[in-house]
């Protein structure tokens, strides 16, 4: 090739390339750069969305907590109609249970005719007694004493005849047995549900020479069948001596449930239920023996602090009334 055809090579090449460039300016240039103007007034509209979305996001937990809070304020005030509502229903159930007991007594009294008045005045208060801390359950006839200390009582137990076992078991001893007008115990739930609120025992007993003693103790509470039917007295007073203080504060145990502090079995020893200890100070529910009989048993109806472990006595009653009885 001449040095002539190699210029003239060249000059078609930079001609051809030039063709090119010209027919394709825009791959050429750099992207055109937003003006100044614009892109400042994009970043203020965006800072004015944040702003004005945090202050919705502000006011919405304001909203949010006020919400919150007068949802608690209702939900206590409708806490507290609950509350009235329900003391509402409690003393109506109340005046209806006594009002249903009223009329349960006149029935018995008119299907009975009744004829003695002191007997209507007795089993009136004692109706009137098991109605008001009885409510709605429970409903079932009381022997009471209106005569002994300002009366009000109502008896829990009785040993007078003889002919009644009280070597029974935990289920009876819970529900009662024997009748009310003779040898009884009321049955422990009674017991518990009588002396839930404050109450006073008192226990008159009489020896085989006609004597008679009493021990009272004006705070008298039994426990629910969970916790053993537990025995709490104090404040004794009296003249038969204070030998139910050895029985405070221990469980209910009888035939088939020894509950005593004793590695004796007291129920089975002493032939009765009642709030042993290890054993005995006094045993109420023990065997009822005639005079002479007793002997040198230790399972009588004793109380040691008038007659000692030996003597079985002739009469026992355990009577209860509220402690703010007023006679
Ligand atoms: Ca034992």
């Given at each position: 090739m001449s040095l002539r055809t190699a210029a003239l090579s060249v000059t078609l090449l930079l001609l051809v390339l030039s063709e090119v460039w010209a027919q394709n300016p825009r791959k050429r240039m750099a992207p055109p750069k937003p003006p100044k103007a614009q892109c400042c007034d994009e970043v203020r509209s965006l800072k004015v969305q944040v702003a004005n979305l945090t202050s919705l996001l502000e006011e919405l937990n304001r909203k949010q907590e006020t919400d919150m809070m007068n949802v608690v304020?209702?939900?206590?005030?409708?806490?507290?109609?609950?509350?009235?509502?329900?003391?509402?229903v409690t003393e109506a159930e109340s005046?209806?249970?006594?009002?249903?007991?009223r009329v349960e007594i006149m029935q018995l009294q008119a299907s009975q005719s009744v004829t003695q008045s002191s007997s209507v005045d007795c089993h009136d208060f004692a109706w009137y007694y098991v109605g008001r801390y009885f409510k709605l359950c429970c409903l079932f006839q009381v022997f009471c004493d209106m005569e002994s200390n300002g009366g009000g009582w109502t008896l829990i137990q009785r040993r007078k005849v003889g002919l009644t076992s009280f070597n029974r078991d935990w289920k009876q001893y819970k529900?009662?047995?024997g009748t009310i007008r003779g040898d009884f115990w009321l049955g422990n739930d009674n017991l518990f549900r009588m002396t839930r609120?404050?109450?006073?025992?008192?226990?008159?007993?009489e020896d085989w020479e006609g004597e008679t003693r009493y021990a009272e103790y004006s705070y008298f509470t039994v426990k629910n069948e969970l916790n053993s039917f537990k025995l709490l007295i104090a404040n004794y007073s009296g003249n038969a001596g204070d030998s139910l203080r050895y029985h405070n504060n221990t469980n209910f145990s009888t035939k088939?449930?020894?509950?005593?502090?004793?590695?004796?079995?007291?129920?089975?020893?002493?032939?009765?239920?009642?709030?042993?200890?290890?054993?005995?100070?006094s045993n109420l529910n023990g065997v009822f023996y005639r005079y002479g009989n007793h002997g040198k048993?230790?399972?009588?109806?004793t109380w040691y602090g008038w007659h000692g472990p030996n003597y079985s006595l002739k009469r026992v009653e355990m009577k209860i009334r509220p402690q703010n009885f007023k006679s």
């Open positions: 304020r209702q939900m206590m005030e409708l806490d507290k109609q609950n509350r009235q509502q329900e003391a509402r005046k209806y249970s006594e009002i249903n007991n529900n009662g047995f609120q404050p109450s006073t025992l008192r226990i008159e007993m088939g449930k020894d509950n005593d502090k004793c590695v004796d079995d007291c129920a089975s020893l002493r032939k009765g239920g009642y709030w042993y200890n290890c054993c005995t100070d048993n230790t399972d009588g109806i």
